[in-house]
């Protein structure tokens, strides 16, 4: 912990602050949703530290509570959350082995991914992920208890407009890495397709649909060159 501290400079920890905390606030959201939606109280606080996956959850519960099957929502809530599956491989050696292992991976979510490939460096990498993916850890089933408590006294943090500083924080750590051609080229598919999706698709499947962009992140393969013909005989001099 004390080589977190020391790796990652004061401008990052004030951003990463800034992001649980925000996380908390729409935490608090969510524990009063769920608790109005016939909810027990301490639902939202135990899926808010076991799922660890805002939308999801916001899916799952929104779903029950319209009359939905509950086996119908976590199917749906699981195909949300496929998008960890590309998440993994962009940061393997961030997570580490093990236990630790696993707890990297529970902590993994759009933030925790988007702070550490935002960073230069395996050792400031696996400081921002684990720094963010702690706080959040920590916020997240804070705000849902605190929500749950309030119960309908907040219900809509989004009045707030906070519900616009994660797309805006994850923009930021981006843009750095769109300098390379491909990448950007790749990104600007991804947004099409995704805008495209939320014409049909219900919330958080117009990311899903995004990722069929990623083949163009390989480069195309280029024939080797033909070495010249040797001269004949007949032609040597």
């Known amino acids: 912990m004390r080589s977190m501290w020391r790796t990652l400079d004061r401008g990052r920890w004030r951003d990463l602050a800034l992001v649980c905390l925000a996380v908390g606030v729409i935490g608090v959201s969510y524990g009063a949703i769920a608790v109005t939606s016939g909810f ?33 929502a976590l199917l749906a809530a699981l195909l949300v959350n496929a998008r960890h599956l590309p998440f993994g491989l962009a940061v393997p050696d961030v997570l580490g082995r093990g236990w630790r292992g696993l707890l990297g991976a529970h902590l993994m979510n759009d933030e925790t991914v988007v702070f550490a490939l935002a960073q230069d460096g395996l050792p ?14 920590l916020c997240w089933p804070a705000g849902a208890a605190l929500g749950a408590l309030l119960g309908g006294v907040v219900r809509d943090t989004g009045t707030l407009g906070l519900d616009a500083m994660f797309p805006a924080v994850i923009a930021a750590l981006i843009v750095p890495a769109l300098k390379d051609r491909r990448l950007r080229r790749t990104a600007l598919a991804g947004a099409v397709l995704a805008l495209a999706g939320t014409l049909f698709l219900p919330p958080g499947l117009p990311v899903l649909l995004a990722l069929a962009a990623l083949p163009l992140l390989t480069p195309i393969a280029t024939p080797p060159a033909t070495p010249p013909e040797a001269p004949s005989e007949g032609t040597a001099r």
Do not use: D, H, Q
């Open 40 to 72: 027990p109280r301490w639902f939202p606080v135990l899926t808010g530290a076991l799922v660890l996956a805002a939308s999801s959850e916001f899916l799952f519960v929104g779903i029950v509570a319209a009359g939905g099957s509950p086996i119908a």
């Open 124 to 137: 400031r990498k696996r400081a921002a992920y684990w720094a963010c993916g702690l706080g959040i850890l």
